[in-house]
């Protein structure tokens, strides 16, 4: 008993904030039930738009590689087989330079759309810069 006063004194303590563990004593066993289940479905939904964010980001890099690739004058992939290094690193480094701006619209955009929207631009910006 002496336990579960401290700990519900400790977790007063923070701001005022209660966490599940402090007062797991306290509650009831269907109370900790249903509060299992809403993690669960958090999850389930925090899992579903793992996998938007992880099929948008793969379909719009294989569309920047096909675009990128159906643009330059030389074949990069060719020129990867045949053991051509500069090639290897120019699109790679081009593949690179456009999963970053992926992953940080990904990162700072909360929908899937604006996600989208950005992606597309990143690929744009890519592909003008190649020109210049």
Do not use: H
């Not at 269907?30 to 379909?59: C, P």
């Amino acid at each position: 008993m002496r336990w579960n006063k401290l700990s519900k004194q400790i977790c007063l303590s923070l701001n005022g904030s209660v966490k599940l563990w402090a007062i797991k004593p306290f509650i009831s066993t269907k109370l900790r039930t249903q509060y299992k289940m809403q993690n669960i479905d958090s999850l389930q939904t925090e899992l579903l738009y793992y996998a938007f964010y992880f099929g948008g980001s793969v379909v719009m890099l294989v569309l920047f590689a096909i675009i990128y690739m159906a643009i330059t004058p030389y074949d990069e992939i060719a020129l990867i087989r045949k053991g051509s290094g500069a090639a290897a690193l120019s699109f790679g480094g081009t593949i690179i330079g456009f999963s970053l701006p992926l992953a940080a619209s990904a990162i700072y955009n909360t929908g899937f759309l604006p996600f989208v929207i950005w992606s597309v631009v990143a690929m744009l910006v890519q592909i003008a810069g190649y020109f210049v």
